[in-house]
């Protein structure tokens, strides 16, 4: 039975925290695991990735995407904010830029953003839904990324079309495929050419993922013999129970299920490998926070350190306390879940 009736346009972050709040009147609350771990406070360890989200704008709608981006959104980051990253980089020693979004390729500050950390001698990310790359617009797109030597994350929910396009709409498998295409033809995870195309699996309904390397070796057999594409590394991700997927969950009655399967599944040793500790999360207006999943329900950077990149200090925010929720669980849960796949064996 649902705990609310979330509509479309989708709840307020507000109204979604109140709902994962009732989950912790009725579940054991989050901090109270951590604390049964020994990992409260939780503390972040350093800063290895800055991972900046430079908006919502993206060409596709996907059923489960918790940023709810889309075509019609307007968020999108601004020249002052990606050069104020970027005098980040260049002044501290953050090796790795993660770029995401929405499709973040399609923000005008994109490039600026992979020019400028690459010449500081930085690792550049981009996660890609591979769609975009098709784009007319995008045309040059796949030969940038290469020459840059840019890692390629690409999300794609399975390696059959039915699976994938219900989450992601139809047609999205067979474009995801000519993508793929693309990016293998352009050297990326042939031997010896150094470029990075990894792939992202997240289930298409309320349960867990199953073991990542059993299901990195079914879409590596698969897709080779279907398509021919060849990948260096597949991560899996949990859903989490935040915008959209939050919403599928309510509608779908699978809301109290699927929480009581993320708690139930809790593991100290994934809490302790979760990405917030070795990650700042930039918003594509320059705010800070530590995940890109607390970014989105308007969870800033809480504990006394700065909270907006512009007046970023790195000694305040290195070894910063967490701000967690009830959504945490989804990253503690099995094996964890985060941007690079499992935390824990």
Known sequence: MSLVSLRHPLASTSEQLRVLGQSAARRKPFVQALVESQLHPLRATGIQTLQVNVGKLCNQTCHHCHVDAGPDRREVMSRETAAACLRILDEGDIPTLDI????????????????????????????CNLTVLLLPSQADLVDFLALRQVEVICSLPYFLADQTDAQRGAGVFDKSVEA???????????????????????????????????????????????????FNSLYTITNMPISRFLEFLLRSGNYDRYMDRLVNAYNPAAA????????????????LYDCDFNQMLDLPVNSGAPTHIRD????????????????????????????GGVTAA
């Open 312 to 339: 970023f200090r790195a000694a305040d925010l290195r070894a910063r306390s967490i701000t967690t929720g009830e959504h945490c669980y989804g990253c503690t849960a099995g094996a964890g879940s985060s941007c």
């Open 272 to 287: 302790a490998g979760v990405m917030c500790r070795t990650m700042l999360s930039v918003g594509w207006d320059g705010q």
């Open 180 to 230: 793929l295409r693309l990016l293998n033809a352009a050297g990326y995870s042939r031997p010896g050419s150094g470029l990075l195309l990894n792939l992202v699996y997240n289930p298409v309904g309320a349960f867990l993922p199953p073991a990542q390397r059993a299901i990195e070796a079914d879409f590596r057999r698969e897709l080779a013999r279907r398509h021919g594409i060849v």
């Open 100 to 127: 995401t979004g929405g499709a973040p390729e399609l923000n005008p500050q994109f490039r600026y953003l992979v020019d400028g950390a690459r010449a500081l001698g930085r690792h550049v990310i981009d996660r």
